[in-house]
């Protein structure tokens, strides 16, 4: 059987924009602007990650992540996809800092190898599905009232 090598990576550009604009501190923002990441392998696997670039809080746009992304793409073709760490430590190296864009990476390599391993990725990292994982809720500046309905 043929190793499993990455043949390309699909960068997407995926804008959604809000019902409502958002208000925080920094600014008011319309639309999510997000870059998705397809890892292709020579075999029926593809991984799958995403990010969202925030440039006043991480200094990166869609624009600078897709760019950037092009060159991580060149850099891991034709690599083993289930040498993670190996693969992470090697894109740390060609780029620095740009993490919101790594991450997808990291993700979209993980999401490859949950695949390859049959089970969800909560599962091959040794978690469970019976409990709530809160990472942050960032609300939207408004009337104490339109804040609680919303």
């Known amino acids: 059987m043929e190793n499993t090598v990455i043949t390309g990576v699909e960068i997407i550009k995926l ?14 923002i319309e639309s999510a602007s997000n870059i998705v990441i397809k890892i292709h392998t020579n075999s029926e696997l593809t991984g799958a990650g995403e990010c969202a670039p925030f440039v006043t809080i991480v200094g990166e746009t869609q624009e600078t992540v897709f760019e950037l992304s092009k060159q991580i793409a060149k850099l891991i073709k034709g690599k083993d996809p289930f040498a993670i760490e190996k693969l992470l430590s090697e894109i740390d190296r060609a780029i620095f800092g740009n993490y919101t864009m790594k991450s997808a990476f990291d993700m979209a ?34 009337s104490p009232r339109k804040v609680a309905n919303d």
């Open 109 to 142: 390599l993980y999401d490859l190898l949950a695949k390859k391993a049959q089970l969800p990725l909560y599962k091959l990292l040794g978690g469970s599905n019976n409990r709530e994982i809160y990472t942050d809720m960032t609300i939207s500046i408004g």
């Open 15 to 28: 804008n959604l924009p809000y019902k409502e604009p958002f208000v925080i501190s920094l600014g008011v």
